[in-house]
């Protein structure tokens, strides 16, 4: 079974430019999150999707951040303009109702560095 | 969701068991206690996760005291790929319920 895939892997852009993620969850796994990881903290969860519909964004900063997930498949996360504070890792996650402990499997993340 | 409480840092021998502790005081009767890892530049991996019972799997073994207010991961023999920060998580087993992750143990292996 295929993992969580991301891309790009790593991504160096100046402040206020714009950049956008890419995230393709494991098959038939209908929620998924976007998840932004500081360095030296855990992973804190941006935005929460139950097929395409938001289950929860109450921590995403909706001023510059943005996240669709068409078709309740693949998922992009934007920031625009993006600030320094921005650098960190964007993990995205899927999980199963199927799975009786709904764990979440995480891709490899995005290391986004603003310059 | 309760807050857990983990040691900053532990190192163990290769080929040892790794215990490595939690506290989570104000857990709630319906909420689980979930482990997760991560190794350096990967996101982070499930290993297990339980209620009030004692869980085994392939990678752990999952001790829950009685009174449900600390748990201990076992790792039976600690390998140099086991080096990573492993996280400690109460949360309702529901679909839709996010991970609250706190900073994690980080566990270094030694040869």
């Known amino acids: 079974e295929a993992g969580v895939a991301q891309s790009p892997r790593y991504k160096i852009i100046e402040k206020r430019q714009s950049v956008a993620f890419w995230c393709n969850p494991i098959s038939g796994h209908a929620t998924l999150y976007w998840y932004q990881q500081i360095l030296g903290q855990g992973p804190k969860l941006l935005i929460q999707?139950?097929?395409?519909?938001?289950?929860?964004d109450s921590q995403l900063p909706k001023d510059r951040f943005s996240a669709e997930r068409l078709k309740g498949v693949d998922s992009t996360l934007k920031i625009q303009p993006a600030k320094l504070e921005d650098s960190a890792v964007y993990l995205c996650?899927?999980?199963?109702?199927?799975?009786?402990?709904?764990?979440?499997?995480f891709g490899p993340g995005t290391r986004l560095t603003v310059t | 969701d309760a807050k857990t409480t983990q040691p900053t840092s532990m190192d163990c021998a290769e080929g040892r068991a790794a215990n490595l502790p939690c506290n989570h005081s104000?857990?709630?009767?319906?909420?689980?206690v979930y482990w997760y890892r991560q190794i350096h530049s990967q996101g982070p991996q499930y290993i297990i996760h339980?209620?009030?019972n004692n869980e085994t799997n392939e990678m752990a073994s999952l001790i829950i005291t009685e009174d449900r207010k600390s748990s201990t991961l076992i790792l039976p023999h600690a390998t140099l790929r086991d080096t990573a920060v492993y996280y400690c998580?109460?949360?309702?087993?529901?679909?839709?319920?996010?991970?609250?992750f706190g900073g994690g143990t980080r566990v270094l292996v030694k040869p």
């Open positions: 998580i109460v949360k309702m087993a529901a679909a839709g319920n996010k991970l609250t």
């Open positions: 339980g209620l009030k």
């Open positions: 999707f139950q097929n395409n519909g938001v289950v929860d």
């Open positions: 996650a899927s999980s199963s109702y199927r799975d009786r402990g709904y764990e979440q499997y």
């Open positions: 104000t857990i709630s009767g319906n909420e689980y």
